[in-house]
C-alpha cells in the first residue's frame, strides 16, 4: 500500500465522521448597474473555498444569484425606457453582464438563482402565508424614519446624529400600511446564538450586532410596501410586495428546491443548513439577526455561520458609482489574467476586515509573488530538467543535507494550509504557499544544481535537487488550483503530473510524484509586468472611463447610488470630513425659473432657464419625472452656481449648474421653493 492509498483511506474515515456536504453561498447582488471588484472580491473568496471543499472531497454545492426587485431597479428601469424585467435582464445575461463577469472570473458556482424566477417568486409567496398562518407576520401601520437610498425603515434609537446608520444620509417620516414580522419575538434566542456560538464570524461582528442592535431592543420589521410594485405580490393581498429581505433571505433555500418543484427536495434535505454564508459587513445585521429569527419563525435548521468580511476601498475610502471611482474587474482580468486578479485579491486582503484597493499593490503582487517567486522556480526548474536530462528525471538519486529543511516545510504545507483554509483566512493560506515556494527557491541556489551538473559522480545529486523542486511544485499547484484554476493546470502539463496526482490525498506528505518524473519547459506562465508603463496606462484607462460615466449621468442627477451598493459605498466611517472652507466653495444660489421645457431627446431632463441675479443660464435637470414645466416656471429655487459648464447631449446644449433636490421617500425628488421674501441671487450658506 503507498503513501497516497494510507492517506486516502484516513481522508474517507474522517469524512465519513461527518456530512460530506458542503453548502456554500454568496451575497445575490443587486443588478442595478454593473458589478464592480468588491462584488468580484465576495464572489472569488467564495469560489476559493468551494474549489478547496471540492477538493477534499466534500459533495459541495456553490450558489450565487441576483437580487431583482425593489424600488430603485423600478425607478433605474423607468429613467432607461425599459421594462424592469428587460432591465435585470440585461444586466444579469448581457454582454459584461453578471454572468460574462463570473465566466470571465472563472466562477465555478453550481447554481444560479434570480429572484424574478418564477418558482422563487411562489415560494415566496408560501413562505410569507405561513409565517403570516403562524401570527408571525401581521398587519399593522408603519410610522418611522425612512432612508430612501437603502429602502430601509429605522428607528429613531438606531439613528446615527439623526441619520441612516447604514449610509449616514438623512431620513425622512413616513407612515403606511405594511406588514410586520414579529422579530422582537426571538431576540432571545437570536442573542443566544450570537453570543454562545460560533454562528457568526469573525468575533468582532458580534459585538457590533449585539451593541448596536440587540441591546437597545429588536422591534418588528416591516416585510411588505404598497408604494412600489417591482416585487413579489403577497397573494392574499395584492395591493402588497414583499419587502426585500424575505424574498432576498430565502433564496439561499428556494435555490435548493424549498417549497417548489424546479428543484428536487432532495437538495434541500441534502444540503440545507448552509455551511457558510459569505457576506459583507454591511449586510451582517440582516444574516445574523433576521435571518435566524426568520428561520426560526418557518422552524427550520439555521444555517452553521455567517461570515462578514470587510470592505475593499478605493484610496482609503469607499468605492462609489456616484464618484465614478470603481475598479472595474473586467478591465483588470482582462489585462492581466482571471488567476492574477483572483489572486491579488485574496493574497493582499485580510478577508475579515477592510483593505485599501490600489494599481500599484496589483502590479506589485504579481511581480513578486507570480513572475518572480512562482514563475521563476517553475522555468528553472524545468529548463534544469530538460537541459540536463533531456526532460525525465533519472531514477539514480541520492539525497543531501539540504533536502531535510524543505523537505519538512513542505510536508508540513497541506496542514498549515488547512488550518488556515478552515478559518476563511485566505491570506494566511497562501502567505503558507509562498513560504514554500521561496523556500525551494533559496534551495536552488543552495545546491547550485548547474556545479552538479559538470561531474557525472554528481548527477543522482542533481536529479533528486530536481525531483524535489518538481514534488514540491506539484504540492504548491495542488493547493493553489482553487485559487489560481487555470495555471495550475499549466503547472501540472509543465509538471507532467496526471489528475491522480492533483488529489487531497496526493499532497497529504512529501513524495508522491514517481522518482523518474518527465517535466518539460513551457510558457511563461506569469510574465513580468513593465510597472511604470502598466501604472500610467491603468491611469488613463480608469480616467476615461470614469469620464464616460460622468458623461453619461444628467448634470445634477441626485447622486444616489443603487440599491445595497448604498449600504456598502456610503457609510460615514470611511467618509472624510471636509473643512468649513471646503464647503464654502460651493456657491449655492437662490435662482428663478424663467423658461423651462420637456427634451425631446430625454426622457429623463428638463431644460430650464433660470435667473441667478447677474444673468440668465441654462440648466439641465434629470427631474423630469418629479416636475412638469409648468410647475416650475416663476419658481425660486437653490442652484450650485459655480459648477464647471458641462456640454451634454453630445454638445447640443452646455448646462450651467445644477439644482439641489432631496430624495423623498418613495424615491422621488422634492425641491425646496423660497418665497418672494427671499431675493433672487442671494447666497445659501
Ligand atoms: N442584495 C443584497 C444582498 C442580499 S443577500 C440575501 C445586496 N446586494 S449588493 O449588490 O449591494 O451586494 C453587496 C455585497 O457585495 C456585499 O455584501 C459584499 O459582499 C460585496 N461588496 C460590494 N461592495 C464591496 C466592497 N467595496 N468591498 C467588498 N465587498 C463589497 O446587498
Given at each position: 500500500?503507498?503513501?497516497?492509498?494510507?492517506?486516502?483511506?484516513k481522508?474517507?474515515?474522517?469524512?465519513?465522521?461527518?456530512?460530506?456536504?458542503?453548502?456554500?453561498?454568496?451575497?445575490?447582488?443587486?443588478?442595478?448597474?454593473?458589478?464592480?471588484?468588491?462584488?468580484?472580491?465576495?464572489?472569488?473568496?467564495?469560489?476559493?473555498?468551494?474549489?478547496?471543499?471540492?477538493?477534499?472531497?466534500?459533495?459541495?454545492?456553490?450558489?450565487?444569484?441576483?437580487?431583482?426587485?425593489?424600488?430603485?431597479?423600478?425607478?433605474?428601469?423607468?429613467?432607461?425606457?425599459?421594462?424592469p424585467?428587460?432591465?435585470?435582464?440585461?444586466?444579469?445575461?448581457?454582454?459584461?453582464?453578471?454572468?460574462?463577469?463570473?465566466?470571465?472570473?472563472?466562477?465555478?458556482?453550481?447554481?444560479?438563482?434570480?429572484?424574478?424566477?418564477?418558482y422563487?417568486?411562489?415560494?415566496?409567496?408560501?413562505?410569507?402565508?405561513?409565517?403570516?398562518?403562524?401570527?408571525?407576520?401581521?398587519?399593522?401601520?408603519?410610522?418611522?424614519?425612512?432612508?430612501?437610498?437603502?429602502?430601509?425603515?429605522?428607528?429613531?434609537?438606531?439613528?446615527?446624529?439623526?441619520?441612516?446608520?447604514?449610509?449616514?444620509?438623512?431620513?425622512?417620516?413616513?407612515?403606511?400600511e405594511?406588514?410586520?414580522?414579529?422579530?422582537?419575538k426571538?431576540?432571545?434566542?437570536?442573542?443566544?446564538?450570537?453570543?454562545?456560538?460560533?454562528?457568526?464570524?469573525?468575533?468582532s461582528?458580534?459585538?457590533?450586532?449585539?451593541?448596536?442592535?440587540?441591546?437597545?431592543?429588536?422591534?418588528?420589521?416591516?416585510?411588505?410596501?404598497?408604494?412600489?410594485?417591482?416585487?413579489?405580490?403577497?397573494?392574499?393581498?395584492?395591493?402588497?410586495?414583499?419587502?426585500?429581505?424575505?424574498?432576498?433571505?430565502?433564496?439561499?433555500?428556494?435555490?435548493?428546491?424549498?417549497?417548489?418543484?424546479?428543484?428536487?427536495?432532495?437538495?434541500?434535505?441534502?444540503?440545507?443548513?448552509?455551511?457558510?454564508?459569505?457576506?459583507?459587513?454591511?449586510?451582517?445585521?440582516?444574516?445574523?439577526?433576521?435571518?435566524?429569527?426568520?428561520?426560526?419563525?418557518?422552524?427550520?435548521?439555521?444555517?452553521?455561520?455567517?461570515?462578514?468580511?470587510?470592505?475593499?476601498?478605493?484610496?482609503?475610502?469607499?468605492?462609489?458609482?456616484?464618484?465614478?471611482?470603481?475598479?472595474?474587474?473586467?478591465?483588470?482580468?482582462?489585462?492581466?489574467?482571471?488567476?492574477?486578479?483572483?489572486?491579488?485579491?485574496?493574497?493582499?486582503?485580510?478577508?475579515?476586515?477592510?483593505?485599501?484597493?490600489?494599481?500599484?499593490?496589483?502590479?506589485?503582487?504579481?511581480?513578486?509573488?507570480?513572475?518572480?517567486?512562482?514563475?521563476n522556480?517553475?522555468?528553472?526548474?524545468?529548463?534544469?530538467?530538460?537541459?540536463?536530462?533531456?526532460?525525465?528525471?533519472?531514477?539514480?538519486?541520492?539525497?543531501?543535507p539540504?533536502?531535510?529543511?524543505?523537505l519538512?516545510?513542505?510536508?508540513?504545507?497541506?496542514?498549515?494550509?488547512?488550518?488556515?483554509?478552515?478559518?476563511?483566512?485566505f491570506?494566511?493560506?497562501?502567505?503558507?504557499?509562498?513560504?514554500?515556494?521561496?523556500?525551494?527557491?533559496?534551495?536552488?541556489?543552495?545546491?547550485?544544481?548547474?556545479?552538479?551538473?559538470?561531474?557525472?559522480?554528481?548527477?543522482?545529486?542533481?536529479?533528486r535537487?530536481?525531483?524535489?523542486?518538481?514534488?514540491?511544485?506539484?504540492?504548491?499547484?495542488?493547493?493553489?488550483?482553487?485559487?489560481?484554476?487555470?495555471?495550475?493546470?499549466?503547472?501540472?502539463?509543465?509538471?507532467?503530473?496526471?489528475?491522480?496526482?492533483?488529489?487531497?490525498?496526493?499532497?497529504?506528505?512529501?513524495?508522491?510524484?514517481?522518482?523518474?518524473?518527465?517535466?518539460?519547459?513551457?510558457?511563461?506562465?506569469f510574465?513580468?509586468?513593465?510597472?511604470?508603463?502598466?501604472?500610467?496606462?491603468?491611469?488613463?484607462?480608469?480616467?476615461?472611463?470614469?469620464?464616460?460615466?460622468?458623461?453619461?449621468?444628467?448634470?445634477?442627477?441626485?447622486?444616489?447610488?443603487?440599491?445595497?451598493?448604498?449600504?456598502?459605498?456610503?457609510?460615514?466611517?470611511?467618509?472624510?470630513?471636509?473643512?468649513?472652507?471646503?464647503?464654502?466653495?460651493?456657491?449655492?444660489?437662490?435662482?428663478?425659473?424663467?423658461?423651462?421645457?420637456?427634451?425631446?431627446?430625454?426622457?429623463?431632463?428638463?431644460?430650464?432657464?433660470?435667473?441667478?441675479?447677474?444673468?440668465e443660464?441654462?440648466?439641465?435637470?434629470?427631474?423630469?419625472?418629479?416636475?412638469?414645466?409648468?410647475?416650475?416656471?416663476?419658481?425660486?429655487?437653490?442652484?450650485?452656481?459655480?459648477?464647471?459648464?458641462?456640454p451634454?447631449?453630445?454638445?447640443?446644449?452646455?448646462?450651467?449648474?445644477?439644482?439641489?433636490?432631496?430624495?423623498?421617500?418613495?424615491?422621488?425628488?422634492?425641491?425646496?421653493?423660497?418665497?418672494?421674501?427671499?431675493?433672487?441671487?442671494?447666497?445659501?450658506?
Amino acid at each position: 500500500m503507498t503513501i497516497m492509498d494510507t492517506m486516502e483511506k484516513k481522508d474517507k474515515k474522517d469524512k465519513k465522521d461527518s456530512k460530506n456536504t458542503f453548502y456554500i453561498t454568496t451575497p445575490i447582488y443587486y443588478p442595478s448597474a454593473k458589478l464592480h471588484i468588491g462584488h468580484t472580491y465576495c464572489t472569488v473568496a467564495t469560489d476559493a473555498m468551494a474549489r478547496y471543499k471540492r477538493l477534499q472531497g466534500y459533495d459541495v454545492m456553490f450558489l450565487t444569484g441576483t437580487d431583482e426587485h425593489g424600488q430603485k431597479i423600478e425607478t433605474k428601469a423607468a429613467e432607461a425606457g425599459v421594462t424592469p424585467q428587460q432591465f435585470v435582464d440585461n444586466i444579469v445575461e448581457g454582454k459584461q453582464g453578471v454572468k460574462d463577469l463570473w465566466k470571465l472570473m472563472n466562477i465555478s458556482y453550481d447554481r444560479f438563482i434570480r429572484t424574478t424566477d418564477t418558482y422563487h417568486v411562489a415560494a415566496i409567496q408560501k413562505i410569507f402565508k405561513k409565517m403570516y398562518d403562524k401570527g408571525d407576520i401581521y398587519k399593522g401601520t408603519y410610522k418611522g424614519k425612512y432612508c430612501t437610498p437603502c429602502e430601509s425603515f429605522w428607528t429613531e434609537s438606531q439613528l446615527v446624529n439623526g441619520c441612516c446608520p447604514d449610509c449616514g444620509r438623512p431620513v425622512v417620516d413616513a407612515e403606511e400600511e405594511a406588514y410586520f414580522f414579529r422579530l422582537s419575538k426571538y431576540a432571545a434566542p437570536v442573542r443566544d446564538l450570537l453570543e454562545n456560538t460560533d454562528f457568526l464570524l469573525p468575533r468582532s461582528r458580534v459585538n457590533e450586532m449585539i451593541h448596536n442592535f440587540i441591546e437597545p431592543g429588536l422591534e418588528d420589521l416591516c416585510v411588505s410596501r404598497t408604494s412600489f410594485t417591482w416585487g413579489v405580490p403577497v397573494d392574499f393581498d395584492p395591493k402588497h410586495v414583499v419587502y426585500v429581505w424575505i424574498d432576498a433571505l430565502f433564496n439561499y433555500t428556494t435555490a435548493l428546491g424549498f417549497l417548489n418543484d424546479a428543484y428536487p427536495d432532495a437538495d434541500y434535505q441534502k444540503f440545507w443548513p448552509a455551511d457558510v454564508h459569505f457576506v459583507g459587513k454591511e449586510i451582517v445585521r440582516f444574516h445574523s439577526i433576521i435571518w435566524p429569527a426568520m428561520l426560526m419563525s418557518m422552524d427550520m435548521p439555521l444555517p452553521k455561520r455567517v461570515f462578514g468580511h470587510g470592505w475593499l476601498l478605493l484610496d482609503g475610502g469607499k468605492m462609489s458609482k456616484s464618484k465614478g471611482n470603481v475598479v472595474d474587474p473586467y478591465l483588470l482580468a482582462e489585462r492581466y489574467s482571471a488567476d492574477a486578479l483572483r489572486y491579488f485579491l485574496l493574497r493582499d486582503f485580510p478577508f475579515g476586515t477592510d483593505g485599501n484597493f490600489s494599481n500599484e499593490l496589483l502590479i506589485n503582487r504579481i511581480n513578486m509573488d507570480l513572475a518572480n517567486d512562482l514563475g521563476n522556480l517553475l522555468s528553472r526548474t524545468t529548463a534544469m530538467a530538460d537541459k540536463y536530462f533531456g526532460g525525465t528525471l533519472p531514477a539514480a538519486q541520492a539525497t543531501g543535507p539540504e533536502d531535510e529543511e524543505l523537505l519538512a516545510l513542505a510536508g508540513g504545507l497541506r496542514g498549515r494550509y488547512e488550518a488556515a483554509m478552515e478559518k476563511y483566512a485566505f491570506q494566511t493560506a497562501l502567505a503558507e504557499v509562498f513560504g514554500v515556494i521561496a523556500r525551494a527557491n533559496k534551495y536552488i541556489d543552495e545546491t547550485a544544481p548547474w556545479v552538479l551538473a559538470k561531474s557525472p559522480d554528481t548527477l543522482p545529486r542533481l536529479s533528486r535537487v530536481l525531483y524535489n523542486l518538481a514534488e514540491t511544485l506539484r504540492l504548491c499547484g495542488v493547493l493553489l488550483k482553487p485559487f489560481m484554476p487555470e495555471s495550475c493546470d499549466k503547472i501540472f502539463a509543465q509538471l507532467g503530473v496526471d489528475p491522480t496526482l492533483q488529489t487531497w490525498a496526493s499532497v497529504a506528505t512529501f513524495g508522491a510524484l514517481p522518482a523518474t518524473a518527465t517535466l518539460h519547459k513551457g510558457e511563461n506562465i506569469f510574465p513580468r509586468i513593465d510597472a511604470a508603463k502598466e501604472l500610467a496606462a491603468l491611469d488613463a484607462l480608469q480616467e476615461a472611463q470614469k469620464q464616460a460615466a460622468a458623461d453619461s449621468a444628467p448634470a445634477d442627477a441626485p447622486a444616489a447610488p443603487a440599491p445595497g451598493v448604498a449600504t456598502a459605498e456610503l457609510i460615514g466611517e470611511h467618509e472624510p470630513k471636509i473643512a468649513y472652507d471646503d464647503f464654502a466653495k460651493i456657491e449655492l444660489r437662490v435662482a428663478e425659473v424663467r423658461a423651462c421645457e420637456n427634451l425631446k431627446e430625454s426622457k429623463k431632463l428638463l431644460h430650464l432657464t433660470v435667473f441667478d441675479g447677474e444673468r440668465e443660464r441654462c440648466i439641465l435637470s434629470g427631474i423630469a419625472k418629479w416636475y412638469k414645466p409648468e410647475d416650475l416656471v416663476g419658481k425660486r429655487l437653490p442652484i450650485v452656481a459655480n459648477l464647471a459648464p458641462r456640454p451634454m447631449m453630445k454638445g447640443k446644449y452646455t448646462s450651467e449648474g445644477m439644482i439641489v433636490a432631496a430624495d423623498t421617500a418613495d424615491g422621488g425628488c422634492a425641491i425646496a421653493f423660497y418665497g418672494a421674501d427671499v431675493p433672487v441671487g442671494t447666497r445659501i450658506h
